[in-house]
């Protein structure tokens, strides 16, 4: 080939390189166009909710995006309801939402035509704890007096703000099983969201509230009409939660860990998740998001897109075990 054919070819690769640089500045430069729509997929006070509005508000208190995140919450089916609705808007880059176990477990069970494959990973968030209520003036005084109870009278019921089968199910089924009951015996009665489940346990018709301890502190403390029995933890945690006893304290050996993260619509462009990413990374550094997850009993346990999806394959290989084991998995 001549010089001259070399210097031709140099000059014609020169804008195609150019073009290639560009591109990848204008992936690596995707902002929001509008609104993020940011859903929980419950109805207002449960984890979700809690993790859905905190974001949105560090995001919005420390100036992080030039849009606003929206919380919407759109409640039914331990979840399911929602994830259809996201399901339709393939594409989307506005879209996003809260997730956490029932994201794994619902579909399982047969309550969604929808599980996490069908849907982009975005971040993983953090992690949260179970937590046992009853009503203040309970005759349980401990984990103890609980089950010995939940023993003797197989109709009294446990709630929760997920669906059977669902991620506080699967909690106090495995609380049951270390206190020496069958996990498939008891008397799980699910709701709509954990607001739902804390307004039956006040009105008596049931006798405990399992729910996840971030949205539960609030609720806590002098003059509350609530009462913590035990947390899952491995440790006792901090802020609000630090006077509640672990499970293990009480001789209990169990623990049980709530992931919560963030997933978008599915195909969502690559260029948006990555604009993500680096959104919640950058929030989990502020101070605002360090006081709101000290006060609310959170772990950081950031996880980018890739390491988030490989672990939620993992999350419904270990599920699908505990599900065998209750009779609820999905023939």
Not at 21 to 25: N, P
Not at 315 to 326: A, G, I
């Given at each position: 080939m001549t010089t001259l054919s070399l210097k031709r070819i140099a000059v014609l690769a020169l804008p195609m390189a150019a073009l290639a640089?560009?591109?990848?500045?204008q992936a690596q430069e995707w902002?929001?166009?509008r609104s993020i729509e940011f859903v929980a997929p419950a109805n207002p006070g449960g984890g979700w909710d809690t993790l859905v509005r905190t974001m949105s508000r560090v995001i919005q208190q420390e100036s992080l995006a030039d849009e606003s995140f929206a919380a919407i919450n759109v409640p039914g089916g331990g979840g399911a309801v929602a994830w259809a609705q996201v399901a339709r808007d393939s594409g989307n880059p506005h879209k996003l939402f809260a997730t956490s176990p029932p994201m794994i477990l619902v579909p399982l069970a047969g309550a969604s035509r929808y599980d996490h494959t069908d849907f982009t990973p975005i971040a993983r968030i953090n992690t949260d704890y179970s937590i046992i209520l009853v009503a203040a003036d309970s005759e349980y005084q401990d984990l103890e007096d609980l089950f010995e109870a939940l023993k003797a009278n197989p109709g009294l019921s446990v709630g929760g703000g997920s669906a059977p089968g669902s991620m506080d199910h699967i909690s106090v089924a495995g609380l049951a099983s270390a206190a020496g009951m069958e996990a498939s015996a008891v008397n799980y009665i699910p709701f709509s969201g954990g607001g739902d489940a804390m307004t039956n346990l006040m009105g008596g018709h049931i006798e405990a509230v399992i729910g996840g301890a971030g949205e539960a502190v609030g609720q806590l403390g002098e003059g509350s009409q609530l009462r913590a029995l035990g947390v899952s933890s491995e440790e006792r945690l901090g802020g609000g939660l630090a006077d509640v006893p672990t499970y293990k304290e009480q001789g209990f050996d169990y623990t049980f860990d709530i992931w919560r993260g963030v997933m978008g619509a599915p195909d969502m462009p690559e260029e948006a998740v990555e604009y993500y990413e680096t959104l919640f990374a950058e929030m989990l550094e502020t101070e605002a998001w360090r006081e709101a997850s000290d006060q609310l009993g959170w772990i950081d346990a950031y996880q980018d897109s890739d390491a988030f999806g490989t672990f939620l394959d993992e999350?419904?290989?270990?599920?699908?075990?505990?599900?065998?084991?209750?009779g609820l998995l999905r023939q």
């Open positions: 640089m560009t591109t990848s500045a902002t929001p166009s999350q419904q290989e270990q599920f699908s075990s505990v599900l065998t084991d209750l």
